[in-house]
């Protein structure tokens, strides 16, 4: 079992950063690629970024390319999402979850991830 909890969010202005935070508690975190989610208002959850198990790659959406970064610290248990120059349609709610493999070679779907944290909102106003 693993347990995800993100931080981190808030209120932000169109062209500022935020960096959320995804600590982890459970099973062997190192082993394991993590993926990050957004969910904006009346829209399906979609995937952003996908980290693999020794942060060695990456792999971002089209959306946020060139504008957000991911890390990890798996002495720590944690994964980060830098997120700059941010837009308004970067609203909604952001998750971090696990997928169960040690490497990315994509952003993967929410069907394939395994475990969930419970999101921290971003709002970024206009």
């Known amino acids: 079992q693993v347990q995800l909890v993100e931080s981190g969010g808030g209120l932000v202005q169109a062209g500022g950063s935020l960096r959320l935070s995804c600590a982890a508690s459970?099973?062997?975190?190192?082993?394991?690629?993590v993926g990050w989610f957004r969910q904006a208002p009346g829209k399906e959850r979609e995937g952003i970024s996908c980290?693999?198990?020794?942060?060695?790659?990456?792999k971002f959406a089209d959306s946020v390319k060139g504008r957000f970064t991911v890390a990890r610290d798996n002495a720590k248990n944690t994964v980060s999402l830098q997120m700059n120059s941010l837009k308004p349609e970067d609203t909604g709610v952001y998750y971090c979850?696990?997928?169960?493999?040690?490497?990315?070679?994509?952003?993967?779907?929410?069907?394939?991830?395994?475990?969930w944290g419970k999101g921290t909102p971003v709002t970024v106003s206009s």
């Open positions: 979850a696990i997928l169960s493999e040690s490497f990315c070679t994509r952003v993967p779907r929410d069907y394939e991830m395994d475990y």
């Open positions: 459970g099973r062997t975190f190192s082993s394991y690629s």
């Open positions: 980290l693999s198990h020794s942060g060695s790659s990456t």
